[in-house]
Nanobody
Framework: QVHVVESGGGLVQAGGSLRLSCTAS????????MGWFRQAPGKEREFVAGIRGSGSTYYADSVKGRFTISRDNAKNTVYLQMNSLKPEDTAVYYC?????????????????WGQGTQVTVSS
Protein backbone atom coordinates (compact mmCIF):
# COMPACT_ATOMS: atom_id res chain seq x y z
CA GLN A 1 0.00 0.00 0.00
CA VAL A 2 1.28 3.44 -0.95
CA HIS A 3 0.20 6.45 1.08
CA VAL A 4 0.00 9.72 -0.86
CA VAL A 5 -0.28 13.09 0.87
CA GLU A 6 -0.53 16.53 -0.76
CA SER A 7 0.21 19.90 0.82
CA GLY A 8 0.68 23.52 -0.18
CA GLY A 9 -2.71 24.60 -1.40
CA GLY A 10 -4.27 27.92 -0.46
CA LEU A 11 -5.70 31.21 -1.63
CA VAL A 12 -3.73 33.39 -4.03
CA GLN A 13 -4.47 36.35 -6.27
CA ALA A 14 -4.43 36.03 -10.02
CA GLY A 15 -0.89 36.26 -11.33
CA GLY A 16 0.53 34.80 -8.15
CA SER A 17 2.34 31.55 -7.47
CA LEU A 18 1.94 28.46 -5.31
CA ARG A 19 3.97 25.30 -4.91
CA LEU A 20 2.24 22.04 -4.16
CA SER A 21 4.09 19.13 -2.62
CA CYS A 22 3.22 15.46 -2.57
CA THR A 23 4.91 12.70 -0.64
CA ALA A 24 4.38 9.04 -1.37
CA SER A 25 5.46 6.13 0.80
CA UNK A 26 7.14 3.07 -0.61
CA UNK A 27 10.63 1.82 -1.29
CA UNK A 28 10.28 2.10 -5.05
CA UNK A 29 9.18 5.73 -5.28
CA UNK A 30 11.79 6.42 -7.93
CA UNK A 31 10.02 4.05 -10.33
CA UNK A 32 6.51 5.50 -9.87
CA UNK A 33 4.84 7.67 -12.40
CA MET A 34 3.56 10.64 -10.39
CA GLY A 35 0.74 12.80 -11.60
CA TRP A 36 -1.16 15.91 -10.65
CA PHE A 37 -4.84 16.16 -11.48
CA ARG A 38 -7.46 18.75 -10.58
CA GLN A 39 -11.21 18.93 -10.25
CA ALA A 40 -13.21 22.12 -10.26
CA PRO A 41 -16.81 22.26 -8.99
CA GLY A 42 -19.18 20.74 -11.49
CA LYS A 43 -16.38 19.52 -13.72
CA GLU A 44 -14.64 16.23 -14.29
CA ARG A 45 -11.20 15.51 -12.93
CA GLU A 46 -8.55 16.56 -15.45
CA PHE A 47 -4.88 15.88 -15.97
CA VAL A 48 -2.50 18.71 -15.07
CA ALA A 49 1.04 17.31 -15.16
CA GLY A 50 2.93 14.05 -14.83
CA ILE A 51 6.49 12.89 -14.36
CA ARG A 52 8.20 9.54 -14.82
CA GLY A 53 10.94 8.17 -12.62
CA SER A 54 13.38 9.08 -15.40
CA GLY A 55 12.32 12.72 -15.10
CA SER A 56 10.33 12.91 -18.34
CA THR A 57 7.52 15.42 -17.90
CA TYR A 58 4.08 15.85 -19.40
CA TYR A 59 1.70 18.81 -19.21
CA ALA A 60 -1.85 19.71 -20.10
CA ASP A 61 -1.97 22.44 -22.75
CA SER A 62 -3.76 24.73 -20.32
CA VAL A 63 -0.78 24.86 -17.95
CA LYS A 64 2.22 24.60 -20.28
CA GLY A 65 4.67 27.41 -19.67
CA ARG A 66 3.10 28.25 -16.30
CA PHE A 67 3.37 25.05 -14.23
CA THR A 68 6.44 22.93 -13.61
CA ILE A 69 6.44 19.41 -12.19
CA SER A 70 9.57 18.02 -10.57
CA ARG A 71 10.54 15.24 -8.21
CA ASP A 72 13.08 14.55 -5.49
CA ASN A 73 13.44 10.80 -5.25
CA ALA A 74 15.60 11.05 -2.14
CA LYS A 75 12.66 12.67 -0.35
CA ASN A 76 9.89 10.60 -1.99
CA THR A 77 8.38 13.92 -3.04
CA VAL A 78 6.96 15.44 -6.18
CA TYR A 79 6.32 19.16 -6.61
CA LEU A 80 4.05 21.29 -8.75
CA GLN A 81 5.26 24.86 -9.10
CA MET A 82 2.36 26.97 -10.32
CA ASN A 83 3.08 30.46 -11.66
CA SER A 84 0.92 33.08 -13.36
CA LEU A 85 -2.14 31.56 -11.74
CA LYS A 86 -5.55 32.29 -13.20
CA PRO A 87 -9.02 32.09 -11.64
CA GLU A 88 -9.72 29.12 -13.90
CA ASP A 89 -6.96 27.22 -12.10
CA THR A 90 -9.18 27.11 -9.02
CA ALA A 91 -9.80 23.47 -8.12
CA VAL A 92 -8.97 20.68 -5.75
CA TYR A 93 -5.59 19.35 -6.79
CA TYR A 94 -4.87 15.65 -6.41
CA CYS A 95 -1.58 13.80 -6.50
CA UNK A 96 -1.45 10.22 -7.72
CA UNK A 97 1.11 7.43 -7.98
CA UNK A 98 1.14 4.69 -10.56
CA UNK A 99 3.35 1.99 -12.04
CA UNK A 100 6.19 2.95 -14.34
CA UNK A 101 4.54 1.74 -17.56
CA UNK A 102 1.39 3.88 -17.50
CA UNK A 103 0.59 6.90 -19.62
CA UNK A 104 0.79 9.80 -17.14
CA UNK A 105 -2.30 11.58 -18.42
CA UNK A 106 -4.66 8.63 -17.88
CA UNK A 107 -6.21 9.00 -14.43
CA UNK A 108 -7.73 5.53 -14.44
CA UNK A 109 -4.26 3.96 -14.64
CA UNK A 110 -3.07 5.34 -11.31
CA UNK A 111 -3.30 3.06 -8.28
CA UNK A 112 -2.93 5.48 -5.37
CA TRP A 113 -4.42 8.92 -4.76
CA GLY A 114 -4.08 11.60 -2.13
CA GLN A 115 -6.96 13.34 -0.44
CA GLY A 116 -6.53 16.55 -2.42
CA THR A 117 -5.60 20.12 -1.59
CA GLN A 118 -7.68 23.20 -2.43
CA VAL A 119 -6.23 25.90 -4.66
CA THR A 120 -8.27 29.07 -4.99
CA VAL A 121 -7.23 31.90 -7.32
CA SER A 122 -9.05 35.17 -6.84
CA SER A 123 -9.49 37.69 -9.65
Amino acid sequence: QVHVVESGGGLVQAGGSLRLSCTASGRTFNSYVMGWFRQAPGKEREFVAGIRGSGSTYYADSVKGRFTISRDNAKNTVYLQMNSLKPEDTAVYYCAAGPSFIAPMEARRYDYWGQGTQVTVSS
